[in-house]
């Protein structure tokens, strides 16, 4: 257990679903990331929250909707998702954007059918 | 910050010394060097970073060349569990651009 908590673990949903990764750390961070690590490819950073503002969207299609109510809870809300959207998302957190040490997440092994 | 290059794989025997190799020709003075692994289908794992002198903790060991325009990441006993891919990346403490993590060294431990 690393300190950052990723649910589910898998999930499998259909193209016109409406689903939501959660992730949680209570280690006193105040950034949170998300990243999308497809099948044979690097990770890509997807967004980055610092002290609860998103700081970085990189570029990343709107079916795809992060939320950071607090520093220790972030959300990504997935709507008419892609085939090509199954990878492995993984949350991270540090003490401060950028900093030093990230902790990652489990990851949530997504695949849209 | 400054890009990295890392060999694609690398395999070991276990119980042997493996050592990772990065060349970071273009870091800057005020960047740290900073090692990830990735085990297959987990979040990476913060190994190990440093600035310019050698650094040693329970995972492993960093060994930064003088001109710091390379590192090698040496696991002293490898074993089975050390099977995973290796991430070297530089940054600057306390600045706000994310690293980004390449496509790193893919290292297998075989009996």
């Known amino acids: 257990e690393t300190g950052v908590t990723q649910t589910p673990r898998h999930l499998v949903m259909g193209m016109t679903n409406k689903k939501s990764l959660k992730c949680e750390q209570h280690l006193g961070h105040n950034a949170m990331y998300w990243y999308k690590q497809s099948a044979k490819k690097p990770l890509e950073l997807m967004f980055v929250?610092?002290?609860?503002?998103?700081?970085e969207n990189n570029s990343v299609p709107s079916r795809f909707s992060p939320e950071c109510p607090n520093s220790s809870h972030l959300f990504l809300h997935l709507h008419t998702l892609q085939p090509e959207d199954s990878a492995l998302y993984l949350c991270?957190?540090?003490?401060?954007?950028?900093?030093?040490?990230?902790?990652f997440g489990s990851g949530t092994r997504l695949t849209v059918v | 910050d400054a890009k990295t290059t890392q060999p694609p794989s690398m395999d070991c025997a276990e119980g042997r010394a493996a050592n990772l190799p990065c060349n970071h020709s273009?870091?800057?003075?005020?960047?740290?060097v900073y090692w990830y692994r990735q085990i297959h289908s987990q979040g990476p794992q913060y190994i190990i970073h440093?600035?310019?002198n050698n650094e040693t903790n329970e995972m492993a060991s960093l060994i930064i060349t003088e001109d710091r325009k390379s590192s090698t990441l040496i696991l002293p006993h490898a074993t089975l569990r050390d099977t995973a891919v290796y991430y070297c990346?530089?940054?600057?403490?306390?600045?706000?651009?994310?690293?980004?993590f390449g496509r790193g060294t893919s290292l297998i431990v075989h009996p």
């Open positions: 991270a957190s540090s003490q401060e954007e950028g900093a030093r040490g990230y902790t």
């Open positions: 929250y610092n002290f609860k503002e998103q700081t």
């Open positions: 990346i530089v940054r600057v403490e306390g600045g706000s651009y994310i690293p980004t």
């Open positions: 440093g600035l310019k």
């Open positions: 273009t870091i800057s003075g005020n960047e740290y």
